[in-house]
C-alpha cells in the first residue's frame, strides 16, 4: 500500500556533491522516522542517516559534516545532501521509513534504491 521511491543518484568526482530525494506515496496517516542506508558491494547495509518527525537528526560517523538529512511533512519526502564525496561512499542509498497505514499496524517500508558511484 506504500511505495517509497529514491532518485538523483549518479557519477560524480570526489569531491564534488549529489542530492538524492525519496517520496512516499499511498494510504499514509503518519510517517515516523525516515533514514538513508547505503550498501557497497560485498560490505553490510549501514544507516546513514535519519531523521525524526520533529527534525532531529544523527549520522553515521564516517559522513558526519559532509551529508545532510531533511524532510518535508506536508510532502512526505526527505533528502539527502552529499557533500565532498569520497570513493568510499559509492555504494546503493536505500530511502526507508516506518509508516502507519490507514486500517493497518506500523510498518517499516523500502525504496529500490539509487545508485552513487564516487571516481575520477
Known amino acids: 500500500q506504500v511505495q517509497l521511491v529514491e532518485s538523483g543518484g549518479g557519477l560524480v568526482q570526489p569531491g564534488g556533491s549529489l542530492r538524492l530525494s525519496c517520496a512516499a506515496s499511498?494510504?499514509?496517516?503518519?510517517?515516523?522516522?525516515m533514514n538513508w542506508y547505503r550498501q557497497a558491494p560485498g560490505k553490510q547495509r549501514e544507516l546513514v542517516a535519519s531523521?525524526?518527525?520533529?527534525?532531529?537528526?544523527n549520522y553515521a560517523d564516517s559522513v558526519k559534516g559532509r551529508f545532510t538529512i531533511s524532510r518535508d511533512n506536508a510532502k512526505n519526502t526527505v533528502s539527502l545532501q552529499l557533500s565532498n564525496l569520497r570513493p568510499e561512499d559509492t555504494a546503493v542509498y536505500y530511502c526507508?521509513?516506518?509508516?502507519?497505514?490507514?486500517?493497518?499496524?506500523?510498518?517499516?517500508?523500502w525504496g529500490q534504491g539509487t545508485q552513487v558511484t564516487v571516481s575520477s
Open positions: 526507508n521509513a516506518l509508516i502507519r497505514v490507514y486500517h493497518l499496524n506500523d510498518n517499516n517500508y
Open positions: 531523521i525524526t518527525r520533529g527534525g532531529l537528526t
Open positions: 499511498g494510504s499514509i496517516t503518519i510517517i515516523f522516522n
